[in-house]
């Protein structure tokens, strides 16, 4: 397909602008650009035919079944997107928080916040949230800087490691080692979870934090995370929730009520906020009593009646320029208004029904990772079909010849050939069924015609492209 | 109570019996029974009309549909209608990170395209596929040129949003960066820039890049995109690291956010740069195609090494800047600042009741000191319908007096008159 | 240069002498396993570098992976043709991908890697 530039007509143009009605001001020579921004030069018509096809050459969770593991890719409720376009919404401006003077025009928004925040909390069992940091891995960031806080305020100067499981996303240990921490990765024990042993050996005085997901990547729940817990607080580490999993445990157990002190939420997977293409997400803290002190400010606090802002004593401070990703935490404040308290705990219970479904349907034709019972995902491995020539990459691309978005492949790194699918709770057992149907042939074909999936895809916009021309011959801008 | 759920209490015993258990509860026996939670204070659900009410409810006690002078950093332009006709459409909103370029081709070469039109914007050679905001990218652009140089000193240039130097020192709290205010690069990794500067003043870096380079240091330049339409671009000045807030490019002032953090560099230093790339490439047809590369810079690969932690982009926010960008065009973007410069200046004339605090030129925003408090003035304000601006005391950036005053393109000569007007009335009596 | 003539790394590293300087690469079991690489970053000329100390790095589309040195040294040549093509790592590995050389070797600290014969050793105790 052309790029828009070549679409370009010297001359040409969209938008006007109204004429002019004040005498046309110019700045000196020398502070001007020489020659205007080479930006394309194309008819209103032009740009909408161009990104209408570009959208064509994609798929959403609207068009299909989206399984990508440890991803969340729920349907995306439409009153979000219509509430979150509410002129009273959309249009305000941030520097309407920066100064008292301004403090009446956005009581509602600090209402919003003030409640979301709340809930937030409670749905974690944490003590307070705060929904500036931007996406899931500035969520991360901001909770090893709480950390870092606490232990700097306490003396706690010789805790300078992080503890990482192998499992981990790797936004872990990088957002750790951007807090100014060390990190040490502790391995998952061949059943797919951590075992008290092993953490152990790694444990010491010089331990500040450890990061654990729950259920962890490999869609398995931690059961010894209690003990893990007390073991941390012992030496005074902190424990980390890494929220990309929530989905699986809303309503069933609270991260808080585990031993878990500080965490982030992924409002774009668990409260069901679009993902755009890989953002923007949304990524709150959540904090228990010891980081309390620590949170980022200026928070939104309320006395008879009227909301205003403070910063708490010890804050880190801000994280983010105001408060994160608005908007999208006004989609997932109307997310969760919505399902309430009893729609709520159902999410989590499809959503782990659904993947036990799948994980039911397919364990006779791909190997289970593990044989521990998975919660809101299930892992596979392609193992034995790579030996025969048919990798997990060849099956995901055979799923997006027949429709279907593909799981995740390769991820996570402690599971060869690995293929996990993550259903949610908003797919129909209809769907789940012809997924299943589609996976099964699929496994049928890599026995009979394996050239079928290592050729695929056939049906898509582009075949298999090549990796290694792109990142030699870098072509990353058309200028 | 609604339910986005679509299965059926039949349907779920039948999915029990596949899997063999009894209860959906027994799923959940991974969970030890002593944290299984028994209750929770979260309010009941609503119907989707309720949720509307409600939601519109909230919105109503704020207060939008003020003239707006506000800036600093963010300012109200006007989006074309064709902006959310396009961002709005489903397959760009609902689909994730391009990992099966195949069914991916719309993210990726809006991708590549958005990082074209940066590239062309700011003269530079490089850019990703965007980060956070304006503030994050200012941090990872120092953590970059700290990376390259060596050096862990990072200069600060007065020039800078006040906002984002607080951000800076939050992020890199544990780094042992060495914080600087002034403009001498010696010993330093680089000095970070904004042009235009947070009250407006319009500058050129150039001599100061050169500086930089002499002294083996980065030029670091914070822009305002709309500002480039006239002004000198970061690549003219010899910028070695340009970032900016894309929030004037197509996206709503939305209370913070989602906004747009812009990165581009020379070619020297893109395998420093963090953040996800677009780059082009072709299929076993020879077809153009596009899939995210250099991706050994980043967390899911080089974890503890990483350039940075970020994961994702502002990817929908990179989409519609790159169709704002198309719409205006090359004419389209010259006027647009043509005339947030030209409204500006003939609101500056009119406020001879005031001291314009700039010392050099301004683009669309300046700083003035007032006969009186700005907090009186604004509120004030307010009741005539007009947010006047930024009291700079309150950002720590000026006196009590003091104002930082915007203005865009959606401005009318009658609004000016009548602003400045109003604003004589508070402020003189 | 002949595999069966060097000293090998735990970290998949070779490394054997040329005209009383020592060549670095990385083994056949290392450029296999990441795949086709397409970056190499080279240390700069007259470091000195300490055993085991991140020397380079080579990227392949997926993976990414330190080179360290075998060795304490100083580096005195390194191998620029890499820079333009990286894929020599993945043709060549003892010969034509070799990373760099270093002079000031105590060739004592060589006794502490393996031969060929025990680094296949090693490998063959890595696959179980």
Known sequence: ???????????????????????????????????????????????????????????????????????????????????????????????????????????????????????????????????????????????????????????????????????????????????????????????????????????????????????????????????????????????????????????????????????????????????????????????????????????????????????????????????????????????????????????????????????????????????????????????????????????????LDRGYHAPTVYFPLTVKECLMIEPTETESKETLDAFCDTMLELARLAEECPEILQQAPITTPVGRLDEVKAAKDLNCACL | MGSWIPTTESERKEMLAVIGAASIDELFSSIPEPYRMRGWEIPAGLSEMSVRNLMAGLAGRNTADAISFLGGGYYDHYIPAGV?????????????????????????????????????????????????????????????????????????????????????????????????????????????????????????????????HAAKALLVVSFYPVSLGMIKSPGEMGADIAVGEGQCLGMNLGFGGPYLGIMATRAEHVRKMPGRIAGQTEDHDGRRGFVLTLQAREQHIRRTKAMSNICSNQALCALRAAIYLCLLGKEGLRDLAVACHSKAEYLKAKLDFAQILNEGPTFNEFAVRLPMDAHLVTSKLLDRGFLAGLPLHDVGAGETNDLLIAVTEQRTRAELDAFAGALKDAACN | MDPEKLWYTEDHEWIGEVNSVYAVGITQHAQEALGDITFVELPELEREVAAQEETAVVESVKAASDVYAPVSGRVVQVNSELETRPELVNQDPYGKGWFYKLADVITDDLNELMSADEYRAYLAKLEE
């Open chain 1, 1 to 399: 397909m052309q790029l828009i530039f070549e679409k370009s007509r010297a001359g040409r143009r969209a938008i006007n602008f109204d004429a002019l009605d004040v005498p046309e001001a110019k700045l000196a020579p020398e502070l001007c650009r020489a020659n205007a921004a080479a930006l394309p030069e194309v008819g209103e018509l032009d740009v909408v035919r161009h990104f209408t096809h570009l959208s064509q050459r994609n798929v959403g969770i609207d068009d299909t079944f989206y399984p990508l593991g440890s991803c969340t890719m729920k349907y995306n409720p439409k009153i979000a997107e219509v509430v979150a376009a509410m002129p009273g919404m959309a249009k305000l401006h941030p520097h309407q928080s920066s100064s008292a003077a301004y403090a009446g025009t956005v009581q509602g928004a600090y209402a919003l916040i003030h409640e979301l925040e709340a809930m937030l909390a409670e749905i974690a069992g944490m003590k307070a949230a705060s929904i500036q940091p931007i996406a899931g891995a500035h969520g991360e960031l901001t909770g090893a800087l709480l950390m870092a806080a606490y232990h700097r305020d306490k003396g706690n100067t010789h805790k300078d490691t992080v503890i990482v499981p192998d499992s981990a996303h790797g936004t872990n240990p990088a957002s750790a080692v951007m807090a100014g921490f060390k990190v040490v990765e502790v391995p998952s024990d061949s059943d797919g979870t951590l075992h008290v042993d092993k953490f152990q050996a790694v444990m010491n005085d010089r331990v500040a934090g450890v990061m654990l997901t729950c259920p962890n990547t490999h869609g398995l729940f931690e059961s010894n995370v209690a003990r893990i817990a007390e073991l941390a607080h012992e030496v005074d580490a902190l424990l980390y929730y890494d929220g990309a999993n929530l989905n699986a445990i809303v309503g069933q157990c609270r991260p808080g009520d585990l031993g878990f002190d500080v965490m982030h939420y992924n409002l774009h997977k668990t409260f069901a906020t679009p993902h755009g293409m890989g953002g923007p997400g949304c990524g709150p803290v959540g904090v228990g009593e010891r980081l309390l002190p620590y949170l980022p400010g200026p928070r939104v606090v309320h006395h008879d009646g009227i909301y205003s802002l403070e910063t708490p004593e010890k804050s880190i401070g801000r994280i983010a320029a105001f408060f994160g990703n608005f908007l999208i935490a006004v989609r997932a404040y109307a997310y969760m208004r919505f399902y309430g308290d009893e729609g709520l705990r159902d999410v989590s219970r499809v959503a782990v029904l659904n993947a036990n479904y799948i994980h039911a349907r397919l364990k006779h034709a791909f190997k289970p990772a593990f044989g521990k019972p998975f919660m809101h995902e299930c892992v596979f491995t392609a193992q034995p079909q790579a030996e025969k020539g048919v990798r997990a990459m060849d099956f995901a691309k055979a799923l």
């Open chain 2, 84 to 212: 959310d006709a396009l961002s709005g459409r489903s397959e760009f909103y609902t689909a994730y990170t391009p990992y099966q370029p195949e069914t991916s081709q719309g993210t990726l070469q809006s991708i590549y395209e958005y990082q074209s039109l940066i590239c062309r914007l700011t003269n530079m050679e490089f850019a990703n596929a965007s980060l956070y905001d304006g503030g994050t990218a200012l941090f990872e652009a120092a953590t970059m040129a700290v990376r390259i140089a060596k050096r862990n000193r990072v200069v600060i240039h007065p020039s800078v949003n006040p906002t984002y130097v607080q951000m800076l020192k939050t992020h890199a709290a544990n780094l042992e960066f060495d914080f600087v205010t002034g403009d001498d690069p010696s010993g330093a990794a680089c000095v970070l820039v904004q042009n235009p500067a947070f009250d407006g003043t319009v500058r050129d870096f150039t001599a100061l890049g050169d500086r930089c």
